[in-house]
């Protein structure tokens, strides 16, 4: 049987998510696993390390669902310089003799808190005309993005050494680091790029869950990988369990719907014991398959 649940990847620097996704791949592999299905919950850069949810078998039908997930980050901006990538990778394309002081950094933070309107990095894969935007900004021309809407739920100071000052930020899907950070560069009368990004969190997972590369090569060349991978509903903990029979979980997994179920209205995750079953919809009578799992 496939392995079904999430490795947590505490992905370095310098790899992409697709490749991170083939580095999974190469491990079940090695670990003579079946041929697996994976996915991941969510782009990193490659310069931003940190928690990256890679789905396997059953997972991948979650996957969505984590990259609408609140992520958490640390920060790191540099103020005096502005960078076309808007991060260390990138040409400095503007400079600022104005470094603020911390009282001012830390001044500011409430601005940037709560719902805000932010112009994505031209260094982004978000498309333009079917393009993606890095593509046209590396091949020289102006890209124009689209202001859009996100929240920011949390937003502090870490620490500050009078250029450098790292941020803990909390936020919604769709938000760019790179965007807030030269925002809250701007507005301090100065310009900034990053020069560390890592990701704490995505959705229920935090980096004491994350494993390293080494970690997932050593547990595959043991042929025992299962030791890295959490259950499938460790994606779910925000999702209360609804109890099923057998017969009512047979039922779910063809996408029968279940009538006359007392149950609490919303998403909840139909259990057969301690089997996931299928993601359900509930309106206090009738209870319909959301996402079946077939486990």
Do not use: C
Request: no cysteine; aromatic share 4%; charged share 20%.
């Amino acid at each position: 049987m496939p392995l079904s649940g999430w490795i947590i990847l505490d992905k370095p620097y310098g790899l992409g998510s697709t490749q991170a996704v083939s580095a999974i791949k190469r491990a079940l592999r090695e670990a003579g696993e079946p041929k697996t299905k994976v996915g991941h919950g969510g782009t990193l850069d490659p310069l931003a390390t940190g928690v990256l949810p890679i789905a396997l078998g059953e997972a991948t039908k979650l996957a969505g669902r984590m990259l609408d997930a609140t992520k958490a980050y640390d920060f790191t901006i540099r103020f005096g310089e502005q960078t076309d990538t808007l991060d260390v990778e990138g040409k400095v394309v503007a400079t600022s003799d104005v470094l603020p002081h911390q009282a001012a950094v830390e001044a500011i933070l409430p601005r940037f808190t709560g719902p805000i309107d932010q112009v994505p990095p031209a260094y982004s894969a978000l498309k333009v005309d079917g393009q993606r935007a890095y593509d046209l900004a590396r091949a020289g021309e102006e890209v124009e993005l689209k202001t859009r809407s996100v929240t920011i739920h949390a937003l502090s100071l870490l620490s500050f050494d009078g250029r450098d000052a790292t941020l803990s930020a909390t936020v919604s899907k769709g938000t760019y680091i790179r965007s807030l950070a030269r925002d809250i560069a701007l507005a301090l009368g100065s310009v900034g790029h990053v020069t560390m990004l890592r990701r704490t969190k995505a959705g229920p997972f935090a980096l004491n869950q994350a494993i390293s590369l080494d970690f997932l090569g050593e547990a595959a060349k043991a042929r025992d990988l299962t030791r890295t991978v959490l259950p499938l509903d460790a994606g779910l903990d925000d999702i209360p369990a609804l109890p099923v029979t057998p017969d009512q979980a047979r039922l779910l997994r063809h996408g029968q719907a279940l009538f006359g179920i007392p149950a609490t209205p919303g998403l909840l995750l139909a259990r057969d014991g301690e089997t996931p079953v299928a993601l359900v919809e509930s309106d206090g009578v009738t209870i319909k398959v959301v996402r079946g799992f077939n486990l």
